[in-house]
C-alpha cells in the first residue's frame, strides 16, 4: 500500500511544473517499469491518464516496452468496454500505436482489436468512431495479415459508417459528420489499398442491394472516383492478399505508400516513383503536397504571418546570401562536374529557376510537352535576370561533394517554402508580379521561394530519373531545352509571370479565395488560362472557380476554407457542409483554422510544421536555422531549439483548447457563437462542446495524418539511400568508362605493336622457310646415303649368314666325323676285346687240343682196352640199355601221370574254394537270418512277455480281488463271531451270579464255551486252548486270573496253560496277533462253529444291550477281567481286519486247520 | 536308394513345385515291402506326412507293437489281440468294466491294470496322468478304428511320452520361449509383460500333445512326428499357434484371457497351423535326412 501510495505522489509529481522534477519522476517510473513486470503499475498509470490526461503519462506509455503491453493493452481493453472511458482510451491507444511500438505485430493477437471493432460497429457517438476509425487506420497497416481474420469486421464498420454519412441517425451534427466522413474516406482509401480483391468484392456484394444503393450513389461512389484500378484486382486474388507472406516483405511504411500509390487524390497518392501517375502530376505534386501540408495552417500564418515572416524571410535570404558569396557560376557547374557529371545538367539555371521539373522528367513526356516547359524555364530565367547568381550561389556553401548533400541544400530551401507562400499569400503576391521590376528587393526573396520549390520538385524529379534510369534521354532533352531557353530569354518578358503563376497558382488561389487577394487570384486564374495549353491536368481544373474542383480534388475545399478571415472561413464552411459530396482529410483544415484562430502558437513549429513532409531533413532545417541565428546575431522570437515540433503543436492544440475554454466567454466565442446560431441554430453552450468535440476530432485528424506523413519520411529515408547508392553507381560507372578509355588506348598500342611483330614474324618465317628448305636437300641426301649404307650393309649380313650356315655345316661335318672316331674307337675296342677273347679261346683251345690229343691218346688206349674186352660187355650193355629205356619210359609215363594228377587235384582245390566261399556266404547269410530270426522271436516273445506281463497283472488283480473279497467276508465273519462271543459270556455271568460256587465252574466252561466258541465244546482241557485262541494277548492274565477264580479246575487249567502256550509258540511264527483270529477263521466256518453260530444267532440281535448291562452286573474282580478281554479281544480283530488283509500266507492258515482239526479229534477221542 | 529307381520321376518336380505328399504313398509302400522296417519307416514319417490307410500300421510298427519283420506280425497280433481280451476279461470279472463303461475308460482301466496302477475301487478320482491318458485316448479314439489298435497305440504312445520323453519333456517349455524369441521377440515380450509366459497351457501342450486341442485330423499329423521319435514338434505347434493368433493375443492383456483363449483356439485354421509348424520345425531342426 505504502508503494500504492508513492506512485500517487510520484504521479502527482509528473504534473509539477518544475521540468527537472517531471524527468526525475519519469526516470523513475521507467526504472519501475523496467524492474517490475506486474500490471499494477501500468494500470495506475493508464488510470491516472484517463483520469488528468497528464502528457508525462502519455509519453511513458506511449514508451511501454516489451513486457508491458499486455497489461497495457488488457487495461485498454477494460476501459474500451467502458462507454465513459471509450473515448480517451482511443486517442491513448492512437498515441500509442502511431508511435509504432516494438509490440505492434501482438496488436492483431490482443484482444483490444476485436473490442476496438466491436466498438466500431456498436457505437453511435461520432467523435469516438471517428476517432476509432483513426485508429484502426492507423494501425491496419502494422498488422495486414490481421486481415485475414477481421476483414469482414473491417468491411461492415466500412458499410455501417458509409451509410452513416449519409443517413446521419439521431441528432449528429453536421460539423462531427464531416470528420466521420474524412475518417471513413480514409478507411475506404486503406481497405481498398489493402484489400482490393476482397473489398471490391464487399463492395459489390454490399451494395448491390436495394437500400444501400443510395449510400454507393451519394457515399462510395465518389470515393471510387479518387482511386485508380488497383493492379492487385487484375493479379492477385481474395486469397492472395490475404496471404501472410505477402504482407511479411513490406514495413508498415510500404503498406501505407502502396495504398497511397492507388489514390488519384494528389494529397494521397504518391508521385516518387512513377507508379502509373503521369509525370505531370509527379511534377506538380511537390508543390501541392507542400500546399495541402501548409493548408491546415494557412489561417494561423495568416494571422501571424505578416509580423513573423518578414524577418524570416530575410533571415533565411541572408543564410543563402552569406555563404553563398562565391561566385555563382563557379560553383555550380564546377562543384557539381566533378562529383557527377550527369547531373551537371541539372543545374542549369533552368533549374535553379525552379521550373525544371517537366523538362527534366523522364522520357515519357513527348517533346511537344517539354517544349512549353522550356519556354517556361526561359521565361523564369529570363524574369530573374540578375538575381539569377544569388540561387546558384546557394548549393556551394554547404560541402556540396555528394548528392546527399545535395538533398540537404534542398531541403532547407523546401523549409523555407511556406514562409515564402505564407509571404505570397499576404503580401509577397504583388511582388510576384512586381519581381522584374524589383529584382533587387524582392527577388532574392523570391527566387529563394521559388528555388525551395524548385529543389523539392527537383528532387523528386531527380529520384524518378534514378528510378527510370533514363538520364542519357533526358540530358538530350534538357540540352534543348536549355538551348531554346536561352534563345527565349530575351523574347519572352511577359511570360515568365505566366508560368510561374499558372504553376503556383493552385495553392496560392486556394488560399486566396476568401481573402482580399481574390482579385488577384482571379488575375492569377486569367493568367492559368494561357497554361491550359499545356498538359496539367490539375491546374486546368483550378483555373476556374473553386466550386468545380471541389468534386474532384479535396484539397481544393480546405484551401478555400484556409482563408485568412474567419469571416470567410465561415462562408466556405457552410458552402463545405452544404455540399460535402466529396470526403477528404483536407476538410479538417478549416475547421482546424476556425478552431486556431484564437490559439497563438509560436510560427516556427507551424512553420517546423509544414516543413515536416520532409522530416528526414528536419534537423538540417533546424541547423540552417541555427545558422540564420548566429549569423543575424539574434534569435528568433518564439523559437525553441530543444522541444521537437510534433510535441509543440501537440501543446499548441492543448493550449488551444484549453484557452478556448478559458476564453470562451471573452473575446471569440460571442462572435462565433453568433455566427454559429446564426447558420446553424444551436444553442452555445451546445457550441462550445461542439466545438471542444471538434477540436478533438481535429487533433485526431491531425495525429493520423501525422502518422501518415511519417511513414512518408520513413520512406523518403530509404529512398534517398538508394539516390546515393544511384550516384555513387553512376560514379562508379564514369570512373569505369575512364578506365575503358585507358584500356582502349592501351589496345591501340599494342595493336600496332602486333603488326610489327607480325611483319617480323612473317621474315623470321621466311628465314625459317629457306632454312628448312636447305635442310630438306641435305636430310633427303643424308637418307640416300643412308638407305645405300643400309643396302651395304643388308649385303654384309646376308654374307654373313652365309658364313654363319657354313659354319654351322662344318661344324656338323665336324661334329659326325668325331661320332665316326668314337664309333670306330668302340669298334676297336670291341675288336681288340675280341682279340683277347679268341686268343684266350685260342689257348683254351690249344689246351683242349692238348686234352683232345691226351684224350685221344686214352682213348686209344681205353679202345685198345675195350676191344680187348668188347665181346663180353656189349650184351650186359645192351640189355642194361633196354632196361634203362624202359625205366625212362616208366618214368616218363609216371610223371605224365604225376601231372594229370596235380592238375586235377588243382582243379579240385579250386572247386573247394569256391564251395568254401559259398559256404561262407550262406554262412552270412544264415547268421543273418539267424539275427532277424532271433530278432522276430525276440518281437514275439517280447509279445509274449507282455502278454505275460498283463496275464501277471491280472492274476494279480484278481489276487487283490480275492483278497479283498476274504477280507471282506472275515471282517463280516469277524464281527459276527464277536458278538456271538459277547453274548455267551454274558450268558455266562448270569449263570454264574445265580449259583455263586458252581456258578464259578460254570462259568468257567461257560467262559471256555464262549472262548472256544468256534470249537463248540466245553470240555476241560478246552477252555485253555480257547482261551489261547482266543484271548492270545491277554491269555496269560486270564489264565492266571481264572486260575484264582477257579479253583476246583485249576488242575485242568494249569494243564492247559502249558499247552496252550506251546501252541502259541508254534502259532507265533506268522505273526503276533493274526494267527489267533485267523487261526479262527477255518473253525469259524468249520461245521461245529456254524452250529455254535447258529445256536447263538438269535441271541446275537440283543447282544448290544445286554452287553453293557452284563458288564456292570458282574462281581467287580470278573467285570475287569472281563471288560479287558473284551476289550482286547475286540481291538486286534478289528484293527487286524482293516490294514492288512493280504499277509495271511496259506500254509499257515491250513496249519491252523489241522492243528485245530487235529485238536478236535483229539478232543473227540 | 532303391527305392528311388521305382519311385515316379517326377516325384522331385512335384516337391519342387510345392504338391508335397503325392508320391509318398508309393513310397511307403515300397518301404513297407522291406522285411526289416523301422529306422526307414522312422526317418519317412519325420519327412512327410503319412498316408491315412497306411498310419496305424505305420504307428504300430514305430511304437514296436508290431516287430519290425512282417512274419511275425499275424502272431504277435494275436498275442496283442489275446492280451488285449485277456485284460478286458479280467476288468470285466472284477467289475471294473461293464458294457456300459465308456471306451476311453476301458482303455484307461486296462493301462492302469497293465501298469499295476488300478486304483482299489473305480470311483475313485483320476490322478493328472490319468487325465492326461483319457485325453490322448480320446483323440486316438478317432484316429483309429480299431480298439484292439486303439488300445495298443494309445499304450505304447503314452509309454513312449513316460519313458523316452521323459526328460525331453520338461524342457520344452524352455524351447518354446527360445524359438518363439527368434519368431516374435514382440509377441514374447507382450506375453511377458502380462507374465503370461510361465501360465501358457504347457500341460494341454505338451503332456497331452495337444489333444483336445487340436482337431484330430490336424492332431494326427502332429503325433506322426512325435510317434517318429521327436518331440519336438509340439514346441512348434504351440510357436505356430501363437503366431496365428498373434493378433488376438496382443489384444489380450492379462494372462487368464490369453490362457484361457489358448486352451479353446478356433479350429478351423489348425492344418494350416500344423502345416506351417511343421515348415518350421524343418526350417529350425533341419529337414530330417534319409538314413542312407
Known amino acids: ?1165 | 536308394m532303391t527305392e528311388d529307381s521305382q519311385r515316379n520321376f517326377r516325384s522331385v518336380y512335384y516337391e519342387k513345385v510345392g504338391f508335397r505328399g503325392v508320391e509318398e504313398k508309393k513310397s511307403l509302400e515300397i518301404l513297407l515291402k522291406d522285411d526289416r522296417l523301422d529306422i526307414e519307416l522312422r526317418t519317412f514319417s519325420q519327412r512327410f506326412p503319412l498316408p491315412s490307410m497306411y498310419r496305424a500300421l505305420v504307428w504300430k510298427v514305430l511304437l514296436g507293437i508290431l516287430p519290425p519283420h512282417h512274419e511275425s506280425h499275424t502272431q504277435v497280433m494275436t498275442y496283442r489281440k489275446e492280451q488285449y481280451s485277456d485284460v478286458l476279461h479280467a476288468l470285466r470279472v472284477v467289475r471294473f468294466v461293464s458294457d456300459a463303461t465308456p471306451q476311453v475308460e476301458v482303455y484307461l482301466r486296462m493301462y492302469q491294470l497293465e501298469s499295476g496302477k488300478l486304483p482299489r475301487s473305480p470311483s475313485f478320482p483320476l490322478k493328472p496322468e490319468d487325465e492326461v491318458f483319457v485325453a490322448i485316448a480320446k483323440a486316438m479314439e478317432e484316429m483309429v478304428e480299431d480298439s484292439v489298435d486303439c488300445y495298443w497305440i494309445i499304450r505304447c504312445f503314452v509309454n513312449q511320452l513316460n519313458n523316452k520323453y521323459r526328460d525331453s519333456l520338461p524342457q520344452l517349455p524352455k524351447a518354446f520361449e527360445q524359438y518363439l524369441n527368434l519368431e516374435d521377440s514382440r509377441l514374447l515380450s507382450h506375453l511377458k509383460t502380462c507374465s503370461a509366459v510361465s501360465k501358457l497351457p504347457y500341460d494341454l501342450w505338451f503332456k497331452r500333445c495337444f489333444a483336445g486341442c487340436l482337431p484330430e485330423s490336424s492332431l494326427q499329423r502332429v503325433w506322426d512326428k512325435v510317434v517318429s521319435g521327436s518331440c519336438k514338434i509340439l514346441v512348434f505347434v504351440a510357436v505356430e499357434i501363437l503366431l496365428t493368433f498373434k493378433i488376438k493375443v496382443m489384444a489380450l492383456n492379462s494372462a487368464e484371457k490369453i490362457t484361457k483363449f489358448l486352451e479353446n483356439i478356433p479350429q478351423d485354421s489348425s492344418d494350416a497351423i500344423v502345416s506351417k509348424a511343421i515348415d518350421l520345425w524343418h526350417k529350425h531342426c533341419g529337414t530330417p535326412v534319409h538314413s542312407a
Open chain 1, 1 to 1165: 500500500m505504502a508503494q500504492q501510495a508513492n506512485i500517487g505522489e510520484l504521479l502527482s509529481m509528473l504534473d509539477s511544473s518544475v521540468l527537472s522534477v517531471r524527468d526525475d519522476v519519469t526516470a523513475v517510473f521507467k526504472e519501475n517499469l523496467t524492474a517490475d513486470r506486474g500490471p499494477m503499475l501500468v494500470n495506475t498509470l493508464v488510470d491516472y491518464y484517463l483520469e488528468t490526461n497528464s502528457q508525462p503519462v502519455l509519453q511513458i506509455l506511449t514508451t511501454l516496452q516489451e513486457p508491458h503491453d499486455k497489461h497495457l493493452l488488457d487495461k485498454m481493453n477494460e476501459y474500451v468496454g467502458k462507454a465513459a472511458s471509450r473515448l480517451s482510451t482511443l486517442s491513448l491507444l492512437g498515441h500509442v500505436i502511431r508511435l509504432q511500438p516494438s509490440w505492434k505485430h501482438k496488436l492483431s493477437q490482443a484482444p483490444l482489436l476485436p473490442s476496438l471493432l466491436k466498438c466500431l460497429k456498436m457505437d453511435t457517438d461520432v467523435i469516438v468512431l471517428t476517432t476509432g476509425v483513426l485508429v484502426l487506420i492507423t494501425m491496419l497497416p502494422m498488422i495486414p495479415q490481421s486481415g485475414k481474420q477481421h476483414l469482414h469486421d473491417f468491411f461492415d464498420i466500412f458499410g455501417r459508417l458509409s451509410s452513416w454519412c449519409l443517413k446521419k441517425p439521431g441528432h449528429v451534427t453536421e460539423i462531427y459528420l464531416v470528420h466521420l466522413h474524412a475518417s471513413v474516406y480514409a478507411l475506404f482509401h486503406r481497405l481498398y489499398g489493402m484489400y482490393p480483391c476482397n473489398f471490391v468484392s464487399f463492395l459489390r456484394s454490399h451494395y448491390s442491394m436495394k437500400e444501400n444503393l443510395e449510400t454507393f450513389e451519394e457515399v462510395v461512389k465518389p470515393m471510387m472516383e479518387h482511386v485508380r484500378i488497383h493492379p492487385e484486382l487484375v493479379t492477385g486474388s481474395k486469397d492472395h492478399e490475404l496471404d501472410p507472406r505477402r504482407w511479411k516483405k513490406l514495413e508498415t511504411h510500404d503498406v501505407v505508400i502502396e495504398c497511397a500509390k492507388i489514390s488519384l487524390d494528389p494529397t494521397e497518392a504518391s508521385y516518387e516513383d512513377g507508379y502509373s501517375v503521369s509525370h505531370q502530376n509527379s511534377a506538380r505534386f511537390p508543390h501541392r503536397s507542400a500546399d495541402v501540408t501548409t493548408s491546415p495552417y494557412v489561417d494561423t500564418q495568416n494571422s501571424y504571418g505578416i509580423a513573423a515572416s518578414t524577418p524570416y524571410c530575410t533571415s533565411r535570404l541572408s543564410s543563402f546570401s552569406s555563404p553563398g558569396q562565391l561566385p555563382p557560376t563557379l560553383s555550380a557547374p564546377s562543384t557539381r562536374p566533378l562529383t557527377e557529371p550527369p547531373q551537371a545538367t541539372f543545374w542549369s539555371p533552368s533549374v535553379v529557376c525552379g521550373m525544371t521539373t517537366p523538362p527534366t522528367s523522364p522520357g515519357n513526356v513527348p517533346p511537344d510537352l517539354s517544349h512549353p516547359y522550356s519556354k517556361v524555364f526561359g521565361t523564369t530565367a529570363g524574369g530573374k535576370g540578375t538575381p539569377l547568381g544569388t540561387p546558384a550561389t546557394s548549393p556551394p556553401p554547404a560541402p556540396l561533394c555528394h548528392s546527399d548533400d545535395y538533398v540537404h541544400i534542398s531541403l532547407p530551401q523546401a523549409t523555407a517554402v511556406p514562409p515564402r507562400k505564407e509571404e505570397r499569400t499576404d503580401s509577397a503576391r504583388p511582388c510576384l508580379q512586381r519581381q522584374h521590376h524589383l529584382p533587387n528587393d524582392r527577388g532574392p526573396e523570391e527566387l529563394s521561394g521559388s528555388k525551395g520549390s524548385v529543389t523539392l520538385s527537383d528532387l523528386q524529379v531527380f529520384l524518378g530519373n534514378l528510378a527510370f534510369e533514363e538520364d542519357s534521354i533526358e540530358k538530350d532533352k534538357e540540352e534543348a531545352a536549355i538551348s531554346k531557353e536561352l534563345s527565349e530569354i530575351t523574347t519572352a518578358d511577359a511570360e515568365p509571370l505566366v508560368p510561374r503563376g499558372g504553376f503556383d497558382s493552385p495553392f496560392y488561389r486556394d488560399s486566396l479565395p476568401g481573402c482580399p487577394r481574390k482579385t488577384h487570384s482571379a488575375a492569377c486564374g486569367a493568367q492559368g488560362a494561357s497554361v491550359n495549353a499545356e498538359p496539367l491536368n490539375s491546374s486546368l481544373d483550378k483555373l476556374g472557380p473553386d466550386t468545380p474542383k471541389q468534386a474532384f480534388t479535396p484539397i481544393d475545399l480546405p484551401c478555400g476554407g484556409a482563408e485568412g478571415s474567419p469571416a470567410g472561413n465561415r462562408e466556405r464552411q457552410t458552402s463545405l457542409q452544404t455540399s460535402i459530396l466529396t470526403p477528404s482529410p483536407c476538410k479538417i483544415p478549416p475547421q482546424k483554422g476556425a478552431g486556431f484562430g484564437s490559439g497563438q502558437p509560436p510560427p516556427y513549429d507551424h512553420l517546423f510544421e509544414v516543413a515536416l513532409p520532409k522530416t528526414a531533413h528536419h534537423f538540417v532545417s533546424k541547423k540552417t536555422e541555427e545558422l540564420l541565428q548566429k549569423a543575424k546575431g539574434h534569435t528568433a522570437e518564439d523559437y525553441r531549439p530543444c522541444s521537437s515540433p510534433v510535441e509543440v503543436l501537440d501543446r499548441l492544440i492543448q493550449q488551444g483548447a484549453d484557452a478556448h475554454s478559458r476564453e470562451l466567454n471573452k473575446l471569440s466565442l460571442p462572435s462565433k457563437s453568433v455566427d454559429w446560431t446564426h447558420f446553424g441554430g444551436s444553442p452555445p453552450s451546445d457550441e462550445i462542446r461542439s466545438l471542444r468535440n471538434q477540436l478533438l476530432l481535429l487533433h485526431n485528424q491531425l495525429l493520423y495524418e501525422r502518422f501518415k506523413r511519417q511513414q512518408h519520411a520513413v520512406r523518403n529515408r530509404r529512398l534517398l539511400r538508394k539516390v546515393i547508392r544511384a550516384a555513387a553507381l553512376e560514379e562508379h560507372n564514369a570512373a569505369m568508362k575512364d578506365q575503358l578509355k585507358l584500356q582502349e588506348k592501351d589496345i591501340q598500342i599494342w595493336k600496332v605493336s602486333l603488326q610489327r611483330e607480325q611483319a617480323r614474324y612473317s621474315q623470321l618465317q621466311e628465314q625459317r622457310d629457306t632454312v628448312v628448305t636447305q635442310l630438306h636437300s641435305q636430310v633427303r641426301q643424308l637418307q640416300h646415303d643412308r638407305e645405300e649404307f643400309y643396302n651395304q650393309s643388308q649385303e654384309l649380313q646376308t654374307k654373313l649368314e652365309d658364313c654363319r650356315n657354313m659354319v654351322a655345316e662344318l661344324r656338323l661335318q665336324l661334329k659326325k666325323a668325331n661320332s665316326k672316331v668314337c664309333h670306330t674307337e668302340l669298334l676297336l675296342s670291341q675288336v681288340s676285346q675280341k682279340l683277347s677273347n679268341s686268343e684266350s679261346v685260342q689257348q683254351h683251345m690249344e689246351f683242349l687240343n692238348r686234352q683232345l690229343l691226351v684224350l685221344g691218346e686214352v682213348n686209344e688206349l681205353y679202345l685198345e682196352q675195350l676191344q680187348n674186352k668188347h665181346s663180353d660187355t656189349t650184351k650186359e650193355v645192351e640189355m642194361m640199355k633196354a632196361a634203362y629205356r624202359k625205366e625212362l619210359e616208366k618214368n616218363r609215363s609216371h610223371v605224365l601221370q604225376q601231372n594229370q594228377r596235380l592238375d586235377t587235384s588243382q582243379k579240385r582245390i579250386l572247386e573247394l574254394e569256391s564251395h568254401l566261399a559259398k559256404k561262407d556266404h550262406l554262412l552270412l547269410e544264415q547268421k543273418k537270418y539267424l539275427e532277424d530270426v532271433k530278432l522276430q522271436a525276440r518281437g514275439q516273445l517280447q509279445a509274449a512277455e507282455s502278454r505275460y506281463e498283463a496275464q501277471k497283472r491280472i492274476t494279480q488283480v484278481f489276487e487283490l480281488e480275492v483278497l479283498d473279497l476274504y477280507s471282506r467276508l472275515e471282517k463280516d465273519g469277524l464281527l459276527k463271531k464277536l458278538e456271538e462271543e459277547k453274548t455267551e459270556a454274558a450268558e455266562a455271568a448270569e449263570e454264574r451270579l445265580d449259583c455263586c460256587n458252581d456258578g464259578c465252574s460254570d462259568s468257567v466252561t461257560g467262559h471256555s464255551e464262549e472262548a472256544s466258541g468256534h470249537n463248540g465244546e466245553a470240555k476241560p482241557p478246552r477252555p485253555g486252548i480257547a482261551r489261547g485262541s482266543s484271548g492270545s494277548r491277554g491269555g496269560g492274565g486270564s489264565s492266571s486270573s481264572s486260575s484264582e477264580l477257579s479253583t476246583p479246575e485249576k488242575p485242568p487249567s494249569q494243564r492247559a496253560g502249558p499247552f496252550s502256550s506251546r501252541w502259541e509258540s508254534a502259532m507265533g511264527e506268522p505273526s503276533s496277533s493274526i494267527p489267533a483270529t485267523v487261526g479262527s477263521l477255518p473253525s469259524s466256518k468249520s461245521f461245529l462253529g456254524m452250529k455254535a453260530r447258529e445256536l447263538f444267532r438269535n441271541k446275537s440281535e440283543s447282544q448290544c444291550d445286554e452287553d453293557g448291562m452284563t458288564i456292570s452286573s458282574l462281581p467287580e474282580a470278573l467285570k475287569t477281567e472281563l471288560g479287558k478281554d473284551a476289550g482286547v479281544e475286540a481291538k486286534p480283530a478289528l484293527t487286524v481286519d482293516g490294514p492288512h488283509p493280504s499277509p495271511p500266507t496259506p500254509d499257515s492258515v491250513g496249519q491252523l486247520r489241522i492243528m485245530d482239526y487235529n485238536e478236535t479229534h483229539h478232543e473227540h477221542s
